[in-house]
C-alpha cells in the first residue's frame, strides 16, 4: 500500500508580491518508498522590475504510486531579476533584460547541472517581438548513451553554453511568421538549429500554419542532420464545429505523426470529440 499526503498553499502577501509552497510525504508498506517533496517560491512583479525564486526538492525514496515523479533525489535553486523599460522610439512598446541562473544537485550534493542565462526582449507595439539569450552553463551525465541510435555519448561533464535568436511577427496579420536560430556547445561537440515557421490566415475560419526546423549535430563520435517538417491546420466549419490537425515528418527517423481532432459543441460545456491519431 503507498499512501501520499501533502499541503499545498499560496499567499498574496502583497499586490506585487505571491509566494507558494507545497510538502508532501510518500508512506509505503516495505523497505523505501518513504520520502518527501517540498517547493517554495515568490514572485516578486511590477511594471518596470521583476524578481523570482524557487527551490526544490524531492528525496530519493519519494514515491507517487497513484501520481508520478519526474525525477527523485533531486534538489533545485532558480531565480531571474527581471529589469524592463518603456522607450520612446523605433515604436518599442516594451523592453526586457532579464538575468537568470539555476543549479541542480542531488540531495546529497553532487553537481547535476548549472547555467547562467542573460537575455534581451524588445517588443513593439505592433504585437512583433524579438529575443537574444546568451546562456553559458555546465550539465553532468551520470550513464552513458546513444544519441539518435548511432553516436555514443560517454559519462561526463559537459559544456551547455550558447546563443539563441528569435524573431517573431504577430498573428494578428494574415501572414505572419518566426525565425529561430540556435547554437552552442552540445555532449562535447557543437549543435546548430534553425527554425522557420509561417502563419497563414486566408479566412476567418482557415489558418495554416507550416514550419521546417534543421539541426546539424557535431560530436567526437560523429554527426548528424535532423529535419522536421510539420503543419498544423485549424478549420472552423461553424461556430459550434472546429477542426485541427497536426502533421509531422522526422526525416532523421523516417517517421510520420499525424493528429486530427474534430470539436462539435453541442451546447456551452457540452462537447463531442472525435480523434485520430497515429505514429
Not at 550513464?143 to 494578428?172: I, K
Not at 510539420?230 to 502533421?247: D, E, G, K, V
Given at each position: 500500500?503507498?499512501t501520499v499526503?501533502?499541503?499545498?498553499?499560496?499567499?498574496?502577501?502583497?499586490?506585487?508580491?505571491?509566494?507558494?509552497?507545497?510538502?508532501?510525504?510518500?508512506?509505503?508498506?516495505?523497505?523505501?518508498?518513504?520520502g518527501?517533496?517540498?517547493?517554495?517560491?515568490?514572485?516578486?512583479t511590477?511594471?518596470?522590475?521583476?524578481?523570482?525564486?524557487?527551490?526544490?526538492?524531492i528525496?530519493?525514496?519519494?514515491?507517487?504510486?497513484?501520481?508520478?515523479?519526474?525525477?527523485?533525489?533531486?534538489?533545485?535553486?532558480?531565480?531571474?531579476?527581471?529589469?524592463?523599460?518603456?522607450?520612446?522610439?523605433?515604436?518599442?512598446?516594451?523592453?526586457?533584460?532579464?538575468l537568470?541562473?539555476?543549479r541542480?544537485?542531488?540531495?546529497?550534493?553532487?553537481?547535476?547541472?548549472?547555467?547562467?542565462?542573460?537575455?534581451?526582449?524588445?517588443?513593439?507595439?505592433?504585437?512583433d517581438?524579438?529575443?537574444?539569450?546568451?546562456?553559458r552553463?555546465?550539465?553532468?551525465?551520470d550513464d552513458?548513451?546513444?544519441?539518435?541510435?548511432?553516436?555514443?555519448?560517454?559519462?561526463?561533464?559537459?559544456s551547455?553554453?550558447?546563443?539563441?535568436?528569435?524573431?517573431?511577427?504577430?498573428?494578428?496579420r494574415?501572414?505572419?511568421g518566426?525565425?529561430?536560430?540556435?547554437?552552442?556547445?552540445?555532449?562535447?561537440?557543437?549543435i546548430?538549429s534553425?527554425?522557420g515557421?509561417?502563419?497563414?490566415?486566408?479566412?476567418?475560419?482557415?489558418?495554416?500554419?507550416?514550419a521546417?526546423?534543421?539541426?546539424?549535430?557535431?560530436?567526437?563520435?560523429?554527426?548528424?542532420?535532423a529535419?522536421i517538417?510539420?503543419?498544423?491546420?485549424?478549420?472552423?466549419?461553424?461556430?459550434?464545429?472546429?477542426?485541427?490537425?497536426?502533421?509531422?515528418?522526422?526525416?532523421?527517423?523516417?517517421?510520420?505523426?499525424?493528429?486530427?481532432?474534430?470539436?462539435?459543441?453541442?451546447?456551452?460545456?457540452?462537447?463531442?470529440?472525435?480523434?485520430?491519431?497515429?505514429?
Amino acid at each position: 500500500a503507498n499512501t501520499v499526503a501533502g499541503v499545498d498553499t499560496r499567499f498574496f502577501l502583497h499586490p506585487t508580491l505571491v509566494t507558494e509552497a507545497f510538502v508532501a510525504r510518500s508512506f509505503t508498506e516495505g523497505a523505501g518508498g518513504e520520502g518527501g517533496a517540498y517547493r517554495l517560491n515568490a514572485n516578486f512583479t511590477t511594471d518596470l522590475w521583476g524578481l523570482f525564486f524557487n527551490g526544490f526538492q524531492i528525496d530519493e525514496q519519494m514515491n507517487a504510486a497513484s501520481g508520478f515523479v519526474n525525477r527523485s533525489g533531486v534538489r533545485e535553486v532558480r531565480g531571474s531579476l527581471r529589469k524592463s523599460f518603456r522607450p520612446t522610439f523605433l515604436n518599442l512598446r516594451k523592453v526586457d533584460l532579464r538575468l537568470s541562473a539555476e543549479r541542480v544537485t542531488t540531495t546529497d550534493g553532487r553537481f547535476q547541472d548549472s547555467q547562467y542565462s542573460l537575455n534581451f526582449s524588445p517588443n513593439f507595439n505592433s504585437g512583433d517581438n524579438f529575443n537574444l539569450s546568451m546562456d553559458r552553463g555546465r550539465s553532468q551525465v551520470d550513464d552513458a548513451f546513444t544519441l539518435a541510435d548511432t553516436l555514443p555519448v560517454p559519462a561526463g561533464e559537459y559544456s551547455t553554453n550558447q546563443w539563441s535568436l528569435r524573431m517573431g511577427a504577430t498573428d494578428a496579420r494574415a501572414v505572419a511568421g518566426s525565425l529561430n536560430i540556435r547554437q552552442g556547445d552540445f555532449f562535447g561537440g557543437t549543435i546548430r538549429s534553425w527554425e522557420g515557421r509561417v502563419s497563414l490566415t486566408p479566412s476567418p475560419k482557415l489558418s495554416l500554419q507550416p514550419a521546417f526546423e534543421r539541426s546539424k549535430v557535431s560530436l567526437p563520435s560523429g554527426s548528424f542532420t535532423a529535419d522536421i517538417t510539420s503543419l498544423r491546420l485549424t478549420w472552423a466549419l461553424s461556430p459550434l464545429m472546429t477542426t485541427n490537425a497536426f502533421i509531422q515528418y522526422n526525416g532523421l527517423t523516417d517517421r510520420v505523426i499525424t493528429n486530427v481532432r474534430f470539436n462539435f459543441i453541442h451546447r456551452p460545456g457540452s462537447d463531442l470529440f472525435l480523434v485520430f491519431s497515429e505514429n
